[in-house]
Every structure is written in structure tokens, then in C-alpha cells.
């Protein structure tokens, strides 16, 4: 086997991608650089989402210090999880976000936006990267900078090694990504697309601020519209994992040469990462009518995550 996708096996899947690679970006047939453009989902795509997107994780801190400091918000949701630990309840809500039901999901918004609301952009970021250096994901014991799924690095590095540009699109906050996405990933925060809490300007302190209210949720049908208003191209390559990735993978397979690839949470061997179908049983349903390609966590990847 080729030094190229390492911790990819033989097989199908490894096969479909380095052929569609070969076809678009070398010989006569390959279409210019500048149309090659790959979009990932960032969320149990290119790491780890479980038992809570790492978003929450980070958040969950900030709202067990505000209930203990306002007793009665403990009384309330999402806070009474924060403080009880309830990670089950957290994880839930954005489950239950996949099958259509927001109620949990627009309280967790609102408690976010609480959070951040007169910020500076600068302010958040430095929390923000404090956080990645000194915590570690809830189950996995180790710190998030080795939860990143090492098959889909190496899958970044081969598509940039032939003249793609990636980007993530996420239905993460954009500004809770960007303090890492280079190091993580390579990819650099202006290649970073996800949701957004609105923005003001302040004149007094010459500071970009938080603002009360939020701006996007992107996910589901939002995401190829902020892909349109990002990048102003429809990309070729799409990698999603969730319901909410349907209609990105959908837009992007219109393209007349693409390929649109689901992550499938199916490893039961104790690997590190949790099977799971929650929140993908439509994607998975659908992928064969709808020409996307499923890689298989469990038998299309030698290994999950680096060692520690």
C-alpha cells in the first residue's frame, strides 16, 4: 500500500477516493485548482462528538460557575445539567436537534448567548484557547488535540497535496473553532464556516463585541447558503456525518464531477470511538439513493486516533 491515506484500508472507500482525486486534479480531464474545493463538517467528522460536542464541554464550565454564583439559574435548564453533570441530558439536545425537535436546542442557544453578549472577539478567543490547552475530552482521558480522527487529517493532507482547498463547515461556533483548526488541522481560520452569535462594533474601546442576539445556526439548509456566501463555489468533495449534513453533501454532489463521503459511527472494537447511529439515521438511510459514499469507522479505518 502507498505511503498516501496510511490509516485507511484497502477497500472500496480508499479506492473511490483516490480515484476521484487522480480524475479531477491530474491529466488532461482534471478540472482547475481553483474549483477544487472540499468542505468538512467539523463535529464527529474530523473529531470526536461524543458524549457532547466539545462546544459544550467548554460552555458547561462557564454555566456551573454562573448557577453557582445564581443559585436559582440551577433550577433552570441548561444549567441544572451543568451543575448535576448531566451530560446525558446536553447530548441529547442536539440529538433531538437531528430528528427535528429544537426545544432543548434553542435553550442551550440562549444560555450561549448569555454567555458571550458584550465580549470582545479577542476576549472569547483567549478563553477559548486556554481551554484547548488545559482540558481533556470527558471519556477519552486524553487532551482534544488528540481527538481528532487521524484518517480524515491524513484525507486533508492528500486533497491539499493535489491542489485543494479545504474548509470546515460546521454547526459549531465559528469563533470556538478557529483557535484550533490550524493546529488540529491545517486548515486556517478564514476556512472556517460554522454558526455565529452577532457581532457589534465599539467605538469607545475599537473592539468587535458580542452581541445579545444570535446570528445563524448553521446547519441543515444553511449550510450550503453560507458555503455560497463564503466561497462563491460549488465544491466538489463534501464530508459529513449527520442529518444536518444532508442538504451540504446533496449541493455539493450536484456537481457534475463529486464526491460526497458519511462518516459512519459503527466501531465496536473498543477503539476509542463510541458507535452511534442517533442523529444519522436519515443520512444513513439515504445514502445509497442519494450517491454519497459511507466510510465505515470500523472496517475502512486501521486506527481512530493518534497515540498518546
Given at each position: 500500500?502507498s505511503?498516501?491515506?496510511?490509516?485507511?484500508?484497502?477497500?472500496?472507500?480508499r479506492?473511490?477516493?483516490?480515484?476521484?482525486?487522480?480524475?479531477?486534479?491530474?491529466?488532461?480531464?482534471a478540472?482547475?485548482?481553483?474549483?477544487?474545493?472540499a468542505?468538512?463538517?467539523?463535529?464527529?467528522t474530523?473529531?470526536?462528538?461524543?458524549?457532547?460536542?466539545t462546544q459544550?464541554?467548554?460552555?458547561?464550565?462557564?454555566?456551573?460557575a454562573?448557577?453557582h454564583?445564581?443559585?436559582?439559574?440551577?433550577?433552570?435548564?441548561?444549567?441544572?445539567?451543568?451543575v448535576?453533570?448531566?451530560?446525558?441530558?446536553?447530548?441529547?439536545a442536539?440529538?433531538?436537534?437531528?430528528?427535528g425537535?429544537?426545544?432543548?436546542?434553542?435553550?442551550?442557544?440562549?444560555?450561549?448567548?448569555r454567555?458571550?453578549?458584550?465580549?470582545?472577539v479577542?476576549d472569547?478567543?483567549?478563553?477559548?484557547a486556554?481551554?484547548?490547552?488545559?482540558?481533556t475530552?470527558?471519556?477519552?482521558g486524553?487532551?482534544?488535540?488528540?481527538?481528532?480522527?487521524?484518517?480524515?487529517?491524513?484525507?486533508l493532507?492528500?486533497?491539499?497535496?493535489?491542489?485543494?482547498?479545504c474548509?470546515i463547515?460546521?454547526?459549531g461556533?465559528r469563533d470556538?473553532?478557529?483557535?484550533m483548526?490550524?493546529d488540529?488541522y491545517?486548515?486556517p481560520?478564514?476556512?472556517?464556516?460554522?454558526?455565529?452569535?452577532g457581532?457589534?462594533?465599539?467605538?469607545?474601546?475599537?473592539?468587535?463585541?458580542?452581541?445579545p442576539?444570535?446570528?445563524f445556526?448553521d446547519?441543515g439548509?444553511?449550510?450550503?447558503l453560507?458555503?455560497?456566501?463564503?466561497?462563491?463555489?460549488?465544491?466538489?468533495?463534501?464530508?459529513?456525518?449527520?442529518?444536518?449534513?444532508?442538504?451540504?453533501?446533496?449541493f455539493?454532489?450536484k456537481?457534475?464531477?463529486?464526491?460526497?463521503?458519511?462518516?459512519?459511527?459503527?466501531?465496536?472494537?473498543?477503539r476509542?470511538?463510541?458507535?452511534?447511529?442517533?442523529g444519522?439515521?436519515?443520512?444513513?438511510?439515504?445514502a445509497?439513493?442519494?450517491?454519497f459514499t459511507?466510510i465505515?469507522?470500523?472496517?475502512?479505518?486501521?486506527?481512530?486516533?493518534?497515540?498518546?
Amino acid at each position: 500500500m502507498s505511503a498516501a491515506l496510511a490509516s485507511w484500508r484497502d477497500g472500496p472507500v480508499r479506492s473511490a477516493i483516490m480515484d476521484f482525486v487522480a480524475a479531477v486534479a491530474t491529466g488532461p480531464a482534471a478540472i482547475p485548482e481553483e474549483e477544487r474545493v472540499a468542505v468538512f463538517d467539523n463535529d464527529g467528522t474530523l473529531w470526536t462528538e461524543k458524549p457532547m460536542p466539545t462546544q459544550l464541554h467548554f460552555i458547561v464550565e462557564q454555566w456551573a460557575a454562573a448557577a453557582h454564583a445564581d443559585p436559582a439559574l440551577a433550577e433552570q435548564q441548561p444549567y441544572r445539567a451543568a451543575v448535576t453533570g448531566d451530560y446525558a441530558w446536553l447530548g441529547a439536545a442536539v440529538d433531538q436537534h437531528y430528528e427535528g425537535d429544537d426545544s432543548d436546542l434553542r435553550a442551550l442557544i440562549a444560555a450561549l448567548v448569555r454567555t458571550t453578549a458584550g465580549l470582545s472577539v479577542q476576549d472569547y478567543q483567549a478563553a477559548v484557547a486556554a481551554f484547548y490547552r488545559e482540558a481533556t475530552h470527558l471519556t477519552l482521558g486524553r487532551g482534544y488535540s488528540a481527538t481528532t480522527y487521524i484518517p480524515m487529517v491524513e484525507l486533508l493532507r492528500y486533497l491539499e497535496a493535489h491542489g485543494f482547498a479545504c474548509y470546515i463547515v460546521s454547526g459549531g461556533d465559528r469563533d470556538f473553532m478557529r483557535p484550533m483548526t490550524m493546529d488540529y488541522y491545517g486548515i486556517p481560520p478564514e476556512r472556517v464556516i460554522g454558526s455565529a452569535v452577532g457581532l457589534r462594533y465599539d467605538a469607545n474601546s475599537n473592539d468587535v463585541r458580542y452581541g445579545p442576539d444570535f446570528d445563524f445556526f448553521d446547519d441543515g439548509p444553511e449550510k450550503p447558503l453560507r458555503i455560497w456566501t463564503r466561497i462563491g463555489r460549488r465544491p466538489v468533495l463534501a464530508v459529513g456525518n449527520a442529518n444536518g449534513d444532508i442538504p451540504m453533501l446533496s449541493f455539493v454532489k450536484k456537481h457534475p464531477r463529486s464526491l460526497s463521503l458519511v462518516v459512519h459511527h459503527d466501531d465496536d472494537t473498543g477503539r476509542g470511538d463510541e458507535p452511534y447511529d442517533r442523529g444519522a439515521e436519515t443520512i444513513l438511510a439515504e445514502a445509497s439513493r442519494r450517491g454519497f459514499t459511507v466510510i465505515s469507522v470500523k472496517n475502512d479505518w486501521r486506527r481512530v486516533f493518534a497515540p498518546t
